[in-house]
């Protein structure tokens, strides 16, 4: 016969929190951070600023600056939002920043922060593993 248990159940364990993105920005537009935002917004307004200038000048129409200068920068945020989104996805924390950085050290327009070492480690076993293969291929030919 089964004991019946007649203390109170407890309450369901409660899920731990995703550490890893304890210290990363949160995201603000699908998925894209305030920095990646500003970086974006900031040179979109510039450029935007640069074109709305110029058309304004050859038209004579000076609204046509500060229009371009609020709708051209949403615009582009967006979009590039959606494409950081895909960029981004299934990979770690600050993956498109550093490999933005090895293809600027691979041009030798930055500094590299890393370390790159292109090659495999030595474990003193080269010579070996070749005559191995080149006995199995002396085997095969028979």
Known sequence: MAAHDSRPQGKA???????????????????????????IGGVTFAVSLFIGAVVAFS??????????CVVVP???LWYSSLYL????RNRPEGFYLHSMHFYLVSHK???????VHD???QLGCSYRMNSIKAEAKSSETK
Do not use: C, H
């Not at 409660?14 to 990646?36: F, H, K, Y």
């Not at 327009?109 to 370390?115: D, E, G, N, R, V």
């Open 119 to 121: 090659g495999r480690m």
């Open 109 to 115: 327009l930055a500094k590299p922060k890393f370390l």
């Open 74 to 76: 949403f615009m582009v």
């Open 13 to 39: 364990p409660v899920q731990a929190p995703l550490t890893d993105r304890v210290n990363s920005e949160p995201p603000i537009i699908n998925g894209m951070a305030a920095s990646e935002a500003g970086y």
């Open 59 to 68: 038209t004579g129409l000076w609204i046509v600056a500060p229009i371009l």
């Open 85 to 88: 989104q895909e960029v981004k």
